[in-house]
């Protein structure tokens, strides 16, 4: 069976180690800028970044709607960080005029952990990636505030807040597993799209 192409949005931000995480892990992974490129992909990753920044490109590089019909669609897309903004049905601390893709049914709060926190890593109990904890590394990270009826979360902090999120096909962290050499959350993303 051929290996499942996966697009990495690439319009800003990190994208460049998501693939190289995908392309390590045997996935057809391809670099996402244009419409054509997004309906060649069985699979969309979202990577980290700056969500204002990333909600202007894929406006003005008319990928915004294709991104939205591709999540009603039912494309698996797992979002990091930014990524998991731009999936999210509300933000809050957004700046004016800031839009998301939408299709998780939850509600993030941008830079959540305010400017004396800005980054950390912490490591994570998260059952669905086996008994082994994994290594989170949280940089000017969202946080999940609310969690709707259609989501669930996959983990918490220790005080309890949501910081990895599942809805079906749609997958959202507020870390990065892209930067620290544990695959087990782009494995299981790929499992999606089998
Ligand atoms: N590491 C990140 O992706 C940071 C997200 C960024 N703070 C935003 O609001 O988009």
Same mark, same amino acid.
């Given at each position: 069976? =051929?290996? +499942?192409s996966?697009?990495?949005?690439? &319009?800003?931000?990190d994208?460049?180690?998501?693939? /190289?995480v995908?392309?390590?892990?045997?996935?057809?992974?391809? *670099?996402?800028?244009?419409?054509? @490129?997004?309906?060649?992909? #069985?699979?969309?990753?979202i +990577?980290?970044?700056?969500?204002?920044?990333? %909600?202007? &490109?894929s406006? /003005?590089?008319?990928?915004?709607? +294709?991104?939205?019909?591709?999540? =009603? %669609?039912?494309?698996?897309?797992?979002?990091?960080?930014?990524?998991?903004?731009?999936? =999210? %049905?509300?933000?809050?601390?957004?700046?004016?005029?800031?839009?998301?893709?939408?299709? &998780? #049914?939850?509600?993030?709060?941008?830079?959540?952990?305010?400017?004396?926190l800005?980054? $950390? @890593?912490?490591?994570?109990?998260?059952?669905?990636?086996?008994?082994?904890p994994?290594?989170?590394?949280?940089?000017?990270? *969202?946080?999940v505030? @609310?969690?709707?009826?259609? /989501?669930?979360?996959? /983990?918490?902090?220790?005080?309890g807040?949501?910081?990895?999120?599942?809805?079906?096909?749609?997958?959202?962290?507020?870390?990065? +597993?892209?930067?620290?050499?544990?695959?087990? $959350?782009?494995?299981?993303f790929?499992?999606?799209?089998?």
């Open positions: 069976m =051929a290996a +499942p996966v697009g990495v949005l690439a &319009l800003q931000g994208f460049r180690e998501h693939l /190289a995908l392309r390590g892990l045997g996935a057809d992974a391809r *670099p996402v800028r244009r419409p054509e @490129e997004l309906a060649g992909v #069985d699979g969309l990753v +990577p980290g970044g700056e969500s204002t920044v990333m %909600d202007k &490109l406006r /003005a590089f008319g990928m915004a709607e +294709p991104i939205k019909a591709a999540i =009603a %669609d039912g494309m698996p897309v797992y979002g990091t960080c930014a990524g998991l903004i731009m999936l =999210a %049905d509300t933000v809050r601390d957004r700046i004016e005029g800031q839009e998301s893709f939408g299709g &998780l #049914d939850v509600v993030v709060r941008r830079n959540a952990f305010g400017t004396q800005d980054s $950390f @890593e912490t490591d994570l109990d998260i059952p669905e990636l086996g008994d082994a994994l290594h989170a590394v949280f940089i000017r990270a *969202p946080i505030e @609310e969690l709707g009826a259609k /989501a669930h979360s996959l /983990a918490e902090l220790e005080d807040r949501v910081v990895a999120v599942e809805q079906g096909n749609l997958l959202g962290t507020s870390f990065h +597993p892209e930067v620290t050499g544990d695959t087990r $959350f782009h494995e299981y790929l499992t999606k799209l089998r």
